[in-house]
Nanobody, 117 residues
Framework: QVQLVESGGGMVQPGGSLRLSCAASGNIFSIAVMGWYRQAPGKERELVAT???????NYADSVKGRFTISRDNPKNTVYLQMNSLKPEDTAVYYC???????????WGQGTQVTVSS
């Protein structure tokens, strides 16, 4: 069983920065793809960024150049550094752990990010 615990959300002014963290329990972190997703009120959950075991990253066009995903395998933790935040980045951010071959798929409980002046 895997548990994902996000932290680092909060309220920030436009142009500010936040760093989200997601710590995973269990022993499959090193073989899993990690991702950050977000869901704004009244909208579908959408991909923000993913990172593979080899460090290959993928970003939504809306966050390219502003957000950076990274992972620390010994610490079983994935991060999302968010810079130049905009009001439209306001959402609940979810961490996801999944594998492409073994069918693992876990979600965290979400952390609120609010960008407002």
């Amino acid at each position: 069983q895997v548990q994902l615990v996000e932290s680092g959300g909060g309220m920030v002014q436009p142009g500010g920065s936040l760093r989200l963290s997601c710590a995973a329990s269990g022993n499959i972190f090193s073989i899993a793809v990690m991702g950050w997703y977000r869901q704004a009120p009244g909208k579908e959950r959408e991909l923000v960024a993913t990172i593979t075991t080899g460090g290959y990253t993928n970003y939504a066009d809306s966050v390219k150049g502003r957000f950076t995903i990274s992972r620390d395998n010994p610490k079983n933790t994935v991060y999302l550094q968010m810079n130049s935040l905009k009001p439209e980045d306001t959402a609940v951010y979810y961490c996801r752990l999944f594998t492409t071959n073994d069918g693992y798929n876990y979600w965290g409980q979400g952390t609120q990010v609010t960008v407002s002046s």
